[in-house]
């Protein structure tokens, strides 16, 4: 058996390994573009070394990796590192791939460990846990809480499990917001640039890159992305973006007018509720808001947090293992 390690822009969209990618937005190669452009906004913080590995001249497992380069952290983006490979392969050939991409991942450890210390993060998986078994920090380890939403069950069950207060707010949204749906279909640059200064307001500066935006735009365009926006008395008054593949749908960024809700004004419920039911009218799976829970959240993310549970009746828990490697001598 051949095995040689390739670009990881080099997996053919139509391939085993390229579908597998493409069930979830994150390791796209939009959204991709998005991360560097949003990591790299002030300097070329991180550098993209993500690879994959042919196998007899098949990609079947892509590794999405990224080196901050004025430290000392392997990442995608700050996120964890995991690996995907195809589901079709015998066992020896699963082993034999993984050892090959463990040895990559080796020597770029050790590359860096040259000139100073190395640390990595990774979601635990059996392979990975056992290969870094000795390399673990388990002061820095810790579990992430994710609200996962079914979307293969009815959409009354959907409505059911939400959150009993929740509904009211929904139902008042549903009379009082006028909801318009930008995606492929309905690509209209100027609802999304309206909701770019209506986030700049909020925010009250700018927080990221016109260029950013720009690429999400391009996601919407191309079937990665949609947006969901809510008018109360014919002023924008909150906005959710999701972010999909071909199985999964993500919460990304969400923004709701802070004096309408200081008026009791409940403006995000009824626009968060309308991104679920669109994502399961386009057949995806799963609907996931994203992290709930987290030793390392600060006090905005725990509110958020907790606004984002009441939509969820899944919580999946993530196991995310530190590893830490000493400066070669």
């Not at 990618?21 to 959204?31: C, M, T």
């Not at 430290?71 to 690996?83: L, M, N, W």
């Not at 509720?273 to 808001?289: D, E, P, Q, T, V």
């Not at 947090?305 to 995310?320: C, D």
């Amino acid at each position: 058996m051949k095995i040689e390690k390739i670009e990881y822009s080099d997996i053919p969209v139509d391939s085993k390994l390229g579908k597998k990618i493409a069930e979830r937005y994150l390791y796209l190669k939009e959204n991709i573009e998005y991360e560097e452009a949003y990591c790299n906004r002030e300097t070329e913080w991180y550098k993209n070394i993500s690879f994959a590995l042919n196998l007899n001249g098949e990609p079947v497992l892509a590794v999405p990796l990224t080196w901050l380069k004025d430290g000392t952290d392997f990442s995608f983006y700050s996120r964890p590192i995991e690996y995907l490979i195809v589901d079709n392969l015998k066992e020896e050939e699963r082993i034999e791939v993984i050892n090959y991409y463990l040895q990559v991942f080796d020597r770029f450890i050790d590359e860096v460990r040259l000139a100073r210390p190395a640390r990595f993060t990774f979601y635990a998986d059996s392979v990975l846990n056992n290969h870094f078994f000795n390399n673990i920090d388990r002061e820095f380890s810790f579990y992430n809480l994710e609200g996962i939403i079914d979307l293969e069950i009815d959409e009354s069950l959907i409505l059911r499990n939400i959150r009993k207060s929740y509904r009211s707010l929904i139902n008042w949204g549903k009379r009082e917001i006028r909801t318009v749906l930008v995606d492929d279909q309905n690509p209209d640059e100027q609802i999304f640039n309206d909701v770019r200064e209506f986030h700049i307001r909020v925010a009250g500066r700018e927080t990221r890159t016109k260029e950013t935006w720009d690429k999400q735009f391009e996601m919407i365009k191309n079937k990665q992305a949609y947006l969901v926006v809510g008018y109360f008395q014919e002023i924008i008054s909150s906005a959710a973006l999701i972010l999909y593949g071909s199985k999964e749908a993500y919460y990304g960024v969400a923004i709701n007018d802070r004096q309408m809700m200081g008026d009791n004004k409940p403006l995000g419920h009824h626009t968060v509720y309308y991104a679920i039911a669109h994502a399961k009218s386009l057949g995806l799976k799963r609907f996931n808001m994203g992290t709930i829970s987290s030793p390392v959240m600060n006090e905005k993310e725990q509110q958020i947090a907790t606004f984002k549970k009441g939509f969820v009746s899944n919580l999946e828990s993530r196991l995310i293992i530190s590893c830490k490697f000493a400066q070669k001598e």
